[in-house]
């Protein structure tokens, strides 16, 4: 079942107050059964301009207190409590993903968004004394923080709520104005967090434009905001193309920049591995594989493949395949056919090159549009197309290895570097693969995955630069002021 045809919807676009529609419209369609779930604005170039411009002199205007915004962060989270069930049969409408983990999504970006309203009140600068450097005196100097001025969002079709919350949050808890752009497939959950968030603007009595959202072309929008004076900081999340080129094209802007990743999980031959496999098969099939942190490749120790090959089967076939609406199913739809056929090229290439279908292999047919199985792959080696690249769907590679330096070494044999995982009992072991593996986030007994949505997280290399969660989000969005108290000239 999606949602009924009464309850579809057309949403429009936020610029200045002021919910506005566009030249042309587009249709959200339901991943797994087709249907149109509703309609967005597609955004001209002259709308984009207008809703930064807006936000610019929203930023100009505002004097909101550190209280104030949290008050806005909390009535905004409040309004989204109260239709979360709403916001969550939107999310697997439009995305696909099962509703279980839809009211996950929706439930974490009520929380997200009261951790910021909490991070508004915690801003604080130092002293800073002058007289550690010789010669000078004892002035008194300290630092505060400001806000940068307009940050604009960019968010993917993944996690279509929580992302833009991690986005818009931070930014007005640190005091300033944002500009939002939600996936063309994904769009309306994140409207109607912008539905929340423009009534609190109302409430607290904050400057129309405080926080804009327009829809519509990636291209059209996204070089709007590169090329626009009035942006002071970009925060992108989605793929390391995009990425490279925003970087390379924003000029003096701030980026913040989360990107792809291909995620290793070690499976060391001391840990219990029935345990360890539930965890590994949950972090690969989750969202359908569609996470950029979520496990994709495993890396176990050769002295137990076979028996990691046999437990990661049997946590596989305990997933339910199915409706997206059926609080059973684990594994649905994925979100278009590129991302579909995507994970059907990269599994058939696999294959082709020698490894072995342990569990799973079966996609499309009898299961659906655009549902692909978990599917546990053995006899893989590190250059096979689903070892070597990004896997954006329910595969999961296991790769042996004959000692725990290679495990190291093919953990780092990538040009990613977001987050990792380990299964070990031997604290030396973690210890150490905590010290070498390159990446953003090394997490000891369970998978790379894992995230709490105010611990710092971003990776390394070419998955990006900055961090996201709470606290490191809204440092990001300020600036630091130095102020300065020296001897008058009166005493």
Request: aromatic share 6%; net charge negative; proline share 4%.
């Amino acid at each position: 079942m999606s949602l009924d045809q009464s309850e579809r919807t057309d949403k429009d676009m936020l610029s200045n107050g002021t919910w506005i529609e566009g030249d042309e419209r587009t249709d959200v369609i339901n991943p797994y059964d087709g249907t149109t779930v509703g309609t967005i604005p597609v955004a001209s170039r002259e709308q984009v301009t207008d809703a930064i411009e807006s936000a610019r002199d929203a930023a100009e205007q505002t004097s909101l207190s550190a209280y104030e915004r949290y008050e806005l962060l909390s009535i905004a989270a409040d309004r989204l409590e109260e239709r979360i069930e709403e916001v969550a049969e939107i999310i697997t409408s439009e995305q696909g993903k099962p509703i279980t983990e839809a009211r996950t999504e929706a439930d974490r970006t009520v929380q997200t968004l009261r951790l910021s309203a909490e991070e508004a009140k915690r801003q604080f600068g130092e002293y800073v004394p002058m007289d550690p450097q010789k010669g000078m005196r004892r002035d008194h100097c300290f630092t505060q923080p400001e806000p940068v001025g307009v940050v604009a969002g960019i968010t993917p079709f993944n996690f279509p709520l929580m992302l833009m919350a991690h986005k818009v949050g931070p930014a007005v808890a640190a005091g300033n104005a944002f500009v939002g752009k939600p996936a063309t497939t994904t769009p309306l959950s994140a409207l109607v967090l912008f539905e929340c968030l423009d009534a609190a603007v109302t409430e607290v009595d904050a400057p129309d434009g405080l926080v804009n959202v327009v829809t519509g072309s990636g291209s059209v929008i996204g070089e709007e905001i590169v090329n626009h004076e009035a942006v002071d900081s970009i925060s992108f999340t989605g793929s390391t193309a995009v990425g490279k080129y925003l970087a390379n094209n924003s000029g003096m802007t701030d980026v913040t920049l989360e990107l792809g990743g291909n995620d290793p999980t070690i499976l060391w031959s001391d840990t219990d591995i029935e345990r360890a496999a539930v965890e590994i098969v949950q972090g690969a099939c989750s969202n359908a594989g569609q996470v950029c942190n979520s496990v994709e490749r495993v890396i176990v120790d050769e002295t137990v493949e076979d028996e990691a090959l046999a437990a990661l089967s049997d946590a596989a076939s305990r997933l339910n395949i199915g409706d997206p609406f059926d609080d059973e199913t684990d594994v649905s739809a994925m979100v278009s056919d590129e991302e579909f056929n995507g994970t059907v090229e990269l599994f058939e290439e696999t294959v082709e090159q020698g490894a072995t279908v342990e569990y799973g292999g079966r996609y499309g047919r009898d299961l659906g549009d655009r549902v692909f199985e978990p599917t546990v792959l053995g006899g893989v080696t590190p250059d096979m197309p689903a070892a070597s690249e990004e896997t954006f769907g329910p595969l999961i590679p296991v790769i042996p290895v004959s000692g725990f330096g290679e495990a190291l070494a093919e953990a780092n044999d990538t040009e990613y570097g977001l987050e990792a995982g380990i299964f070990t009992q031997d604290i030396d072991r973690a210890k150490r693969a905590a010290d070498t593996i390159d990446a953003g986030g090394v997490n000891v007994n369970t998978v790379s995955g894992f995230r709490t949505d105010h611990m710092p997280y971003g990776g390394f290399k070419d998955s990006g630069t900055g961090k996201e969660g709470i606290k490191y989000a809204v440092e990001h969005f300020s600036r630091t002021k130095l102020v300065g108290f020296h001897d008058g000239m009166n005493g």
